[in-house]
């Protein structure tokens, strides 16, 4: 019953920008906390951002100043908006939600950063 669907991964030029769209379902959205994970050929999965239930957030340092995570509970819904994009950040994007031993992942989507 619970699903997490990503959407908005695809093809961008450096310097583009990109908004993913994580939409949850079966869960009670509003106690959750929510994170984006990304994880590129070769390298581990990391944590990109991160936002609590209560609406903190947080960024791996090599993101900070360009990308936004954002919630919107009325739509059981988070956002990760991606501004001045680098070939580094072409990954898979992965949308998680968790809380205490609840732990959920989404399928996720392609983000490619080229030329």
């Known amino acids: 019953q619970v699903q997490l669907v990503e959407s908005g991964g695809g093809l961008v030029q450096p310097g583009g920008s990109l908004r993913l769209s994580c939409a949850a379902s079966?869960?009670?959205?509003?106690?959750?906390?929510m994170g984006w994970y990304r994880q590129a050929p070769g390298k581990q999965r990391e944590l990109v951002a991160g936002?609590?239930?209560?609406?903190?957030?947080n960024y791996t340092d090599s993101v900070k100043g360009r990308f936004a995570i954002s919630r919107d509970n009325a739509k059981n819904t988070v956002y990760l908006q991606m501004n001045s994009l680098k070939p580094e950040d072409t990954a898979v994007y992965y949308c998680?939600?968790?809380?205490?031993?609840?732990?959920?992942w989404g399928q996720g989507t392609q983000v490619t950063v080229s030329s």
């Open positions: 079966g869960i009670t959205f509003t106690i959750y906390n």
């Open positions: 998680n939600a968790k809380f205490l031993k609840a732990d959920y």
């Open positions: 936002i609590s239930r209560g609406g903190s957030t």
